[in-house]
């Protein structure tokens, strides 16, 4: 609040008194900023003093907490604190799951785009990728509502086709076959409306078709604009990343996906201790928390070390491709010169570096 001056009083209202001889300086006078000001410096002298005595204190479990809670946005760090973030991590992971636990801290690596390509032709619906990537990225493996998460969906879907029989079924009366036709209610062709909790018995069934949807990882995506701590971001290689530490869990992000890519922690994440894969990246399957957005990040793990993606690995089929979009010869630019390819939803403009095509 900007202080103004009183202006004297207007002639006749008396004369003010002579100065003494000897002026003291006026006391201050108490303002809103400066109070606010005093108790902002007062609050943050003794957050950071209670962050330095947990730090030299024997509780090694607690400094590292306070640590995690003071960083910087992990895009925003110097080497010098990413260091440190990883050191801290690898000792509170280790020590929770009884095991050497490496947090990778590897850069997106100059002139490579990653990019994939799928083969829906291929696809059996076996879910072999689903599991895989379950099991490679550390996702919550509950079996209560809200504590199961999987980052890819496989969409059964039913196939069909037009009827002779039910031609004149459908109508308004029944039996015309003009306002509605018979075929109406039955799917034609194949369809983008599915289930993907189904549990067959054998695959491929003979009458659906198989559709895998993940993180389209695009090259203007939605999620990153409405972000509004910018936890989320995409990163030089390609992949659109979340610094878990710094999310908040408002969910905006899952809301402008057109994907369903984002899966949010709403209870804490259950990681049996046998189960959690200790070679993680920070900005990948390193464990989450409870209240924190998560999603697909192609295995950076993996794939900046000249590795496939669990999923890519499993797939009993070769129906899914993965390489380097700018380099000629990858198999993913193999299959975009070469084969029938569209991206999902490209009316949105998203542009996403996730493809399908077919034979």
């Given at each position: 609040?900007?202080?103004?001056?009183?202006?004297?009083?207007?002639a006749g209202a008396g004369t003010a008194p002579p100065a003494p001889a000897d002026p003291k300086p006026p006391a201050p006078q108490p303002s809103r900023r400066?109070?606010?000001?005093?108790?902002?410096?007062?609050?943050?002298?003794s957050l950071m003093g209670t962050a330095t005595l947990m730090a030299a204190s024997d509780d090694a479990q607690a400094a590292?907490?306070?640590?995690?809670?003071?960083?910087k946005n992990y895009r925003l760090m110097t080497p010098e604190e990413k260091a440190q973030a990883r050191t801290r991590l690898e000792r509170r992971y280790s020590e929770e799951y009884g095991k050497k636990v490496s947090v990778d801290t590897t850069e997106a690596q100059p002139g490579v785009l990653m990019g994939y390509a799928l083969n829906i032709r291929k696809c059996i619906g076996c879910r072999r990728c689903v599991h895989a990537c379950v099991?490679?990225?550390n996702q919550s493996r509950g079996a209560r509502p809200g504590e199961r998460i999987e980052w890819i969906q496989v969409l059964r879907m039913e196939r069909g086709h037009f009827s002779k029989d039910k031609v004149n079924q459908g109508g308004y009366p029944e039996g015309l076959g003009i306002q509605v036709g018979g075929n109406a209610y039955t799917p034609a062709g194949t369809v983008l409306e599915g289930e993907y909790r189904y549990e067959p018995k054998a695959v491929p069934e003979a009458d659906a078709t198989y559709m895998p949807i993940a993180c389209m990882q695009c090259e203007k995506p939605p999620c990153v604009k409405v972000c509004p701590?910018?936890?989320t971001y995409r990163e030089a290689d390609g992949p659109v990343v979340i610094d878990y530490n710094w999310c908040i869990g408002c969910r905006m992000c899952m809301g402008a996906c057109p994907y369903w890519a984002r899966r949010l922690n709403v209870t804490t994440p259950v990681l049996p201790k046998e189960a959690m894969n200790p070679v993680t990246h920070y900005l990948g399957n390193r464990p989450r928390m409870r209240g924190v957005v998560e999603k697909c990040h192609w295995c950076l793990q993996r794939t900046r070390h000249g590795r496939y993606p669990a999923c890519v690995e499993v797939c009993p089929v070769g129906a899914r491709k993965f390489g380097n979009l700018l380099d000629p010869e990858s198999e993913v630019s193999q299959v975009l010169a070469r084969k029938n390819v569209f991206?999902?939803?490209?009316?949105l403009n998203t542009f996403p570096k996730f493809f399908y095509f077919y034979d």
């Open positions: 609040m900007t202080q103004q001056t009183i202006p004297p009083d207007d400066g109070f606010l000001r005093d108790g902002g410096m007062l609050g943050l002298s590292i907490e306070w640590g995690e809670h003071f960083q099991a490679e990225n701590v910018r936890t991206r999902l939803k490209a009316e």
